[in-house]
């Protein structure tokens, strides 16, 4: 029986069969920035795919989690995330945001603008670009980056190895 690596070799091998090192090397260095910008491009059609289906309508808040965020990003913040109940074709509903963020601060009590999907009873979202568009522009920024470093990566490895007349 084969094992799960080596059938990863052989795909591998038969994808790259004759293909030089350079073209290798290119899609090694530009794997990442081009997964970042799929995601982007993916967390923002959902995004807006939302915002187009989805309601606005005001919620209160029933209850607040908090806890300390554990990221890079957030270490020492507390992050919160607010439990609605919200009015849907006349029935009570209650949902959560789904997701915690330092800026979705509120007491038991608060109302806050929050979208929607009507009639489902999934997750809601705030009515803020933290709760839309956080992920996609955070994706964005990341992809930014990724391509700033595989290009520098790319012409440092072409000054290197991919000179005229190396192979």
């Given at each position: 029986?084969?094992?799960?690596?080596?059938?990863?070799?052989?795909?591998?091998?038969?994808?790259?069969?004759?293909?030089?090192?350079?073209?290798?090397?290119?899609?090694?260095?530009?794997?990442?920035?081009?997964?970042?910008?799929?995601?982007?491009?993916?967390?923002?059609?959902?995004?807006?795919?939302?915002?187009?289906r989805s309601d606005v309508?005001?919620?209160?808040?029933?209850?607040?989690?908090?806890?300390?965020?554990?990221?890079?990003?957030?270490?020492?913040?507390?992050?919160?995330?607010?439990?609605?109940?919200?009015?849907?074709?006349?029935?009570?509903?209650?949902?959560?945001?789904g997701s915690a963020h330092?800026?979705?601060?509120?007491?038991?009590?608060?109302?806050?603008?929050?979208?929607?999907?009507?009639?489902?009873?999934?997750?809601?979202?705030?009515?803020?670009?933290?709760?839309?568009?956080?992920?996609?522009?955070?994706?964005?920024?990341?992809?930014?980056?990724?391509?700033?470093?595989?290009?520098?990566?790319?012409?440092?490895?072409?000054?290197?190895?991919?000179?005229?007349?190396?192979?």
């Open positions: 029986m084969i094992g799960r690596g080596a059938i990863i070799q052989q795909i591998v091998n038969r994808l790259t069969r004759g293909m030089k090192w350079r073209a290798r090397l290119l899609i090694i260095v530009f794997c990442a920035p081009v997964l970042f910008t799929l995601a982007t491009l993916g967390f923002g059609v959902a995004s807006a795919v939302y915002v187009l309508v005001t919620g209160t808040a029933v209850q607040v989690y908090e806890w300390e965020g554990t990221t890079p990003f957030d270490r020492g913040q507390i992050n919160y995330e607010p439990v609605f109940t919200y009015q849907d074709a006349g029935e009570e509903r209650r949902a959560s945001v330092s800026s979705f601060k509120m007491v038991v009590g608060d109302t806050a603008e929050i979208r929607h999907i009507p009639g489902n009873r999934g997750n809601v979202k705030m009515n803020t670009w933290q709760g839309l568009w956080f992920m996609p522009v955070a994706l964005a920024g990341f992809a930014a980056v990724a391509w700033v470093l595989a290009g520098l990566i790319w012409i440092v490895l072409s000054l290197l190895f991919f000179r005229k007349g190396a192979t």
